[in-house]
């Protein structure tokens, strides 16, 4: 199993790199390849990296290569963690950040459509982590589209454990949740169909919170932790990067999760839009959750995400960072 991971020398590579290698994603009996993709100023903090694997002499790791070029980087890849990006620095206008994940997503697109393997499965770590994917989706013209998608597992699992720690309940007993929408403060942590240990969640934990703080809380706690740890999420955003790709290929262990992917038009989503939806894993693709019933407070909530997925959409098209067609 060859695994490229981009940014590898950076704070995300550095906590899901060990975790790879020691069996956490693909289990006990899978030796891995990986393939550490940095650009230049990053490439000494991945050879550190490599050094330091090389002393934790994991008995499934088979090699560690540090490439520089994505079509490098991406050779014979069976799973593509896009974790390096240009994220927003202060001042920069929204055109900016936009144009400069094109140049990076554009062209991994592209390597990954040449150079992976048949079965390559990718996640978009970096953000805007949806709008990013979709950049690289549409740039890989030969990979079906659904093997394409973003972290929101992130934001799933903060949903969980904050549910869990405000009802007192085990994290286990939670099932039901959905992030739908942007991996961004729009995005719309859903409890309705939710449940803690078979009981309804908004029952549990009343209407007031679940759909009012308690929305504000997980679409802001990105914010929270760097406030409160003066730096952004690193643990628990790789943590939530193996999560998504160990569920992908094992499947689902709890009974649902939420994954951001191109949209089929599922609850009314447009099509080919990266956007997070409720899922199963089996077989190793991800099936959409289809059917819940929406009311008319989620459907605002969703709606409103949405249309900034496509207005995101709008502006990568008119900048023509994506192929035309
Ligand atoms: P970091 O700045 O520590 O590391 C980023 C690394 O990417 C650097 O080593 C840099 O050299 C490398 N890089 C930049 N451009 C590259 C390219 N074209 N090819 C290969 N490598 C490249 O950042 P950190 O903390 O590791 O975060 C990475 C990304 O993940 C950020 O965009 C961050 O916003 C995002 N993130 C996403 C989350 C999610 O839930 N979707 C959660 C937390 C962070």
Known sequence: MTVTVTGAGGQIGYAALFRIASGA?????QPV????LEIPQGVKAAEGAA??????????????DIATTPEVGFDGANVALLVGSRPRTAGMERGDLLAANGAIFG????????????????????????TNAFIAQQHAPDVPAERFTALTRLDHNRAVGLL???????????DGITIWGNHSATQYPDLSHATIAGRPALDVVGEEWGRGAYIDRVAKRGA???EVRGGSSVASAANAAIDHVRDWFAGTAAA????????????????????????RAASGAWQVVEGLEIDAFSREKIDASVRELESEREQVTALGLVPAG
């Open 25 to 29: 994603v693909f289990g006990p009996d």
């Open 33 to 36: 390849a990986l393939r550490l």
């Open 51 to 64: 050094l330091e694997l090389t002393d934790c002499a994991f008995p499934l790791l088979a090699s560690v």
């Open 107 to 130: 062209p991994q697109g592209r390597a990954i459509n040449d150079h992976a393997a048949d079965d390559v499965r990718v996640l978009v770590v970096g953000n805007p982590a949806n």
């Open 164 to 174: 869990a720690e405000r009802a007192g309940a085990a994290v286990a007993d939670i």
């Open 224 to 226: 929270e932790i760097i």
């Open 256 to 279: 649902r999760t939420s994954v951001a992917l191109p949209s089929t038009g599922a609850y009314g989503i447009p099509e080919g839009l990266i956007a997070s939806v409720p899922v």
